[in-house]
């Protein structure tokens, strides 16, 4: 079994800029390692070898373009009022929405299930487990205002996930390129 994603991989200039963040560590944060920095296009989970190749297969015939990408903003999501997750946001980008209704229209075609969550494209900072009010406060209050330079989108990528103890290891399994 293979635990899948399609995302975006982030260039290295814009993951170091966005590995500055972490100087501003607090407690209740387990920060994401920069080199794990992306844009998830569509979660898939795990699937069997055949169903990979097919989800492969399916990801090969996307056409669409290129385009740029800017992220800004900092927020959390939340579950039951408490934040679970400390993320970079992307400015709204209809090429991004194209790119991702096709890749969820292939998912679905290889035989996984749709994806019922609406969209809200991120990068992910890091896990939260009951982080200090306050020091999360200034973090958000720090870095809300962020915004990085856009970036050329030129292919996506089916990463595989591998769950370790300390921070998951992800591999680029296939990439895409766009038009």
């Known amino acids: 079994m293979l635990r899948l994603f399609v995302g975006l991989a982030l260039p290295h200039e814009l993951r170091t800029r966005l590995s500055g963040m972490i100087l501003h560590r607090f407690p209740g944060a387990k920060w994401v390692p920069p080199q794990n920095y992306h844009l998830t296009l569509r979660f898939i989970g795990e699937v069997d070898n055949g169903r990979a190749d097919d989800i492969d297969a399916g990801l090969s015939t996307i056409a669409a373009r290129g385009f740029d990408l800017t992220l800004a903003g900092v927020g959390t999501f939340e579950t039951r009022g408490r934040p679970h ?3 970079v946001g992307v400015e709204r980008n209809a090429a991004l929405e194209h790119l991702r209704a096709k890749v969820e229209s292939a998912v679905v075609r290889a035989g996984c299930e749709p994806e019922r969550r609406r969209y809200q494209p991120h990068v992910t900072l ?3 487990d009951n982080p200090d009010p306050m020091r999360l406060g200034e973090f958000l209050s720090l870095y809300g205002p962020f915004r990085a330079p856009a970036v050329p ?9 591998h769950l370790a103890k300390d921070q998951a290891h992800y591999t680029a399994e296939a990439d895409y390129a766009l038009a």
């Not at 989108?153 to 996930?161: C, G, K, P, Q």
């Open 153 to 161: 989108v030129e292919r996506f990528t089916l990463f595989s996930s």
């Open 126 to 128: 890091a896990r939260l």
């Open 85 to 87: 997750a400390l993320w």
